[in-house]
Protein backbone atom coordinates (compact mmCIF):
# COMPACT_ATOMS: atom_id res chain seq x y z
CA UNK A 1 0.00 0.00 0.00
CA UNK A 2 1.27 3.35 -1.03
CA UNK A 3 1.09 6.51 0.75
CA UNK A 4 -1.27 7.53 -1.67
CA UNK A 5 -3.69 5.03 -0.65
CA UNK A 6 -3.04 5.55 2.86
CA UNK A 7 -4.13 9.39 2.86
CA UNK A 8 -7.08 7.82 1.08
CA UNK A 9 -7.79 5.84 3.81
CA UNK A 10 -7.49 8.50 6.38
CA UNK A 11 -9.42 10.84 4.82
CA UNK A 12 -11.81 11.28 7.58
CA UNK A 13 -9.12 11.65 10.52
CA UNK A 14 -8.30 14.83 11.75
CA UNK A 15 -4.70 16.29 12.25
CA UNK A 16 -3.03 13.01 10.70
CA UNK A 17 0.86 13.32 10.47
CA UNK A 18 2.27 10.51 7.73
CA UNK A 19 5.93 10.01 7.99
CA UNK A 20 7.53 9.36 5.03
CA UNK A 21 10.61 9.61 3.24
CA UNK A 22 10.80 13.54 0.73
CA UNK A 23 12.21 11.90 -2.33
CA UNK A 24 11.32 15.21 -3.74
CA UNK A 25 8.54 18.73 -3.39
CA UNK A 26 6.36 17.36 -6.09
CA UNK A 27 5.98 14.15 -3.96
CA UNK A 28 5.29 16.50 -1.04
CA UNK A 29 2.96 18.48 -3.03
CA UNK A 30 1.49 15.43 -3.91
CA UNK A 31 0.41 14.66 -0.80
CA UNK A 32 -0.68 17.47 0.51
CA UNK A 33 -2.55 18.36 -1.93
CA UNK A 34 -4.27 15.06 -1.29
CA UNK A 35 -4.76 15.60 2.22
CA UNK A 36 -6.57 19.35 1.61
CA UNK A 37 -8.70 17.25 -1.13
CA UNK A 38 -9.62 15.37 1.53
CA UNK A 39 -10.15 17.34 4.03
CA UNK A 40 -12.64 19.23 1.73
CA UNK A 41 -14.34 16.30 1.06
CA UNK A 42 -15.00 15.58 4.83
CA UNK A 43 -15.92 18.93 5.21
CA UNK A 44 -18.61 19.42 2.89
CA UNK A 45 -19.86 15.76 3.92
CA UNK A 46 -19.87 16.84 7.87
CA UNK A 47 -21.97 20.13 6.65
CA UNK A 48 -24.22 18.21 4.64
CA UNK A 49 -24.90 16.01 7.71
CA UNK A 50 -25.31 18.90 10.01
CA UNK A 51 -27.80 20.78 7.47
CA UNK A 52 -29.95 17.96 6.95
CA UNK A 53 -30.23 16.54 10.81
CA UNK A 54 -30.73 20.63 12.01
CA UNK A 55 -33.10 20.86 9.10
CA UNK A 56 -35.46 17.98 9.89
CA UNK A 57 -35.12 19.10 13.96
CA UNK A 58 -36.39 22.46 13.03
CA UNK A 59 -39.48 21.24 10.84
CA UNK A 60 -39.89 19.11 13.97
CA UNK A 61 -40.03 21.87 16.08
CA UNK A 62 -41.84 24.27 14.08
CA UNK A 63 -44.54 22.14 14.20
CA UNK A 64 -44.44 22.22 17.87
CA UNK A 65 -45.28 26.38 17.71
CA UNK A 66 -47.47 25.83 14.81
CA UNK A 67 -49.43 23.69 16.85
CA UNK A 68 -49.48 26.16 19.67
CA UNK A 69 -50.09 28.94 17.61
CA UNK A 70 -53.28 27.58 15.84
CA UNK A 71 -54.55 26.78 19.15
CA UNK A 72 -54.49 23.24 19.08
CA UNK A 73 -55.74 21.83 22.42
CA UNK A 74 -53.27 19.90 24.71
CA UNK A 75 -52.52 16.77 22.32
CA UNK A 76 -51.12 12.87 23.72
CA UNK A 77 -47.64 12.23 23.14
CA UNK A 78 -47.94 10.44 20.37
CA UNK A 79 -50.13 12.49 18.26
CA UNK A 80 -48.09 15.83 18.98
CA UNK A 81 -44.96 14.12 18.31
CA UNK A 82 -46.06 12.01 15.48
CA UNK A 83 -47.12 14.72 13.55
CA UNK A 84 -44.13 16.55 14.00
CA UNK A 85 -42.12 13.58 13.05
CA UNK A 86 -44.20 13.43 9.95
CA UNK A 87 -43.56 16.89 9.42
CA UNK A 88 -39.38 16.17 9.64
CA UNK A 89 -40.05 13.04 7.45
CA UNK A 90 -41.53 15.33 4.80
CA UNK A 91 -38.67 18.24 4.74
CA UNK A 92 -36.10 15.82 4.52
CA UNK A 93 -38.22 14.06 1.86
CA UNK A 94 -38.62 17.06 0.13
CA UNK A 95 -34.88 18.12 0.47
CA UNK A 96 -33.23 14.61 -0.85
CA UNK A 97 -36.02 14.74 -4.01
CA UNK A 98 -35.71 18.59 -4.42
CA UNK A 99 -32.46 19.71 -6.56
CA UNK A 100 -30.56 22.97 -6.25
CA UNK A 101 -32.40 25.57 -7.71
CA UNK A 102 -36.22 23.91 -7.99
CA UNK A 103 -39.07 25.07 -6.29
CA UNK A 104 -38.74 22.63 -2.98
CA UNK A 105 -38.62 23.38 0.40
CA UNK A 106 -34.76 23.99 0.70
CA UNK A 107 -33.91 27.38 2.24
CA UNK A 108 -30.42 26.86 2.42
CA UNK A 109 -29.83 26.72 -1.59
CA UNK A 110 -25.73 27.90 -1.64
CA UNK A 111 -24.72 25.13 0.88
CA UNK A 112 -26.81 22.42 -0.61
CA UNK A 113 -25.67 23.46 -4.25
CA UNK A 114 -21.90 23.13 -3.31
CA UNK A 115 -22.50 19.09 -2.09
CA UNK A 116 -25.31 18.34 -4.95
CA UNK A 117 -24.00 17.02 -8.53
CA UNK A 118 -23.51 19.11 -11.41
CA UNK A 119 -26.00 17.43 -12.98
CA UNK A 120 -28.69 19.31 -10.93
CA UNK A 121 -29.97 16.62 -8.54
CA UNK A 122 -28.93 15.44 -5.01
CA UNK A 123 -25.68 13.21 -4.66
CA UNK A 124 -25.80 9.89 -4.08
CA UNK A 125 -24.26 10.69 -0.83
CA UNK A 126 -26.93 12.99 -0.28
CA UNK A 127 -30.05 10.95 -1.19
CA UNK A 128 -28.44 8.20 1.35
CA UNK A 129 -28.01 9.87 4.03
CA UNK A 130 -30.95 11.21 3.76
CA UNK A 131 -32.76 8.10 3.27
CA UNK A 132 -31.12 6.87 6.48
CA UNK A 133 -32.56 9.69 8.57
CA UNK A 134 -36.19 8.93 7.09
CA UNK A 135 -35.66 5.41 8.33
CA UNK A 136 -34.34 6.80 11.62
CA UNK A 137 -37.60 8.08 12.21
CA UNK A 138 -39.75 5.21 10.46
CA UNK A 139 -37.91 2.57 12.70
CA UNK A 140 -37.78 5.07 16.20
CA UNK A 141 -39.50 1.80 18.95
CA UNK A 142 -40.84 4.54 20.80
CA UNK A 143 -44.83 4.80 21.44
CA UNK A 144 -44.73 8.80 21.04
CA UNK A 145 -41.99 9.23 18.22
CA UNK A 146 -42.18 5.79 16.63
CA UNK A 147 -45.60 4.82 17.29
CA UNK A 148 -46.83 7.99 16.84
CA UNK A 149 -45.14 9.17 13.43
CA UNK A 150 -46.32 5.59 12.10
CA UNK A 151 -49.90 6.46 12.68
CA UNK A 152 -49.52 9.99 11.77
CA UNK A 153 -47.96 9.25 8.72
CA UNK A 154 -50.34 6.60 7.51
CA UNK A 155 -52.99 9.25 8.18
CA UNK A 156 -51.80 11.89 5.78
CA UNK A 157 -50.87 9.42 3.32
CA UNK A 158 -54.61 8.26 3.52
CA UNK A 159 -56.28 11.40 3.93
CA UNK A 160 -53.20 14.26 2.94
CA UNK A 161 -51.99 16.97 5.51
CA UNK A 162 -54.49 19.43 5.61
CA UNK A 163 -57.41 16.99 6.24
CA UNK A 164 -55.30 15.26 9.13
CA UNK A 165 -54.47 18.48 10.81
CA UNK A 166 -58.40 19.34 10.69
CA UNK A 167 -59.15 15.95 12.48
CA UNK A 168 -56.34 16.49 14.99
CA UNK A 169 -57.80 19.99 15.64
CA UNK A 170 -61.35 18.44 16.11
CA UNK A 171 -60.46 15.55 17.94
CA UNK A 172 -57.17 15.16 19.45
CA UNK A 173 -56.83 11.87 17.34
CA UNK A 174 -55.45 10.85 13.91
CA UNK A 175 -58.13 9.91 11.39
CA UNK A 176 -58.31 6.42 11.13
Not at 82 to 93: K, S
Not at 151 to 170: M, P
Request: hydrophobic share 40%; glycine share 8%.
Amino acid sequence: MDVFSVAWELSGIQNVFVAMPVVNQYTTMRVITIFQKQEDYAYQKNKLLARLLTGSILAHEMMHAWLRLKGYRTLSPDVEEGICQVLAHLWIESEIMSGPGSNGASTSSASSTSTSSKKGGRSQFERKLGDFFKHQIESDTSVAYGDGFRAGNQAVVQYGLKRTLEHIRLTGTFPF
